[in-house]
């Protein structure tokens, strides 16, 4: 099952627990379609486990390096070693 992260708050969570709801507005009859995460009800992005030490990241804060993805503390700690 796919895992995401909220970008507001980091929470992880799985994908069948996606909140969705619908906005009304006015006097309008069908709504805004919207889902966001359970948390917060705010936008949220797949999360990746690192190959190295396991944390959690999302897809705006990894390095992917021969097919492998790597946090950035992990990332720095690896091209330090390959110095």
């Known amino acids: 099952m796919s895992?995401?992260?909220c970008c507001s708050c980091g929470n992880v969570f799985d994908?069948?627990?996606i909140e969705s709801w619908i906005e009304?507005?006015?006097l309008e009859y069908s709504g805004e379609h919207w889902c966001g995460s359970p948390c917060c009800q705010e936008n949220y992005v797949d999360a990746y486990?690192?190959?190295c030490?396991?944390?959690i990241i999302n897809t705006d804060r990894y390095v992917e390096?021969?097919?492998k993805?790597?946090?950035w503390d992990c990332?720095?700690?690896k091209r330090l070693e390959d110095i």
């Open 3 to 5: 895992k995401y992260v």
């Open 65 to 67: 390096i021969d097919d």
């Open 75 to 77: 990332v720095t700690i």
């Open 15 to 17: 994908e069948d627990e």
């Open 69 to 71: 993805k790597y946090c």
């Open 24 to 26: 009304y507005h006015g």
């Open 49 to 51: 486990e690192c190959d």
């Open 53 to 55: 030490c396991g944390e």
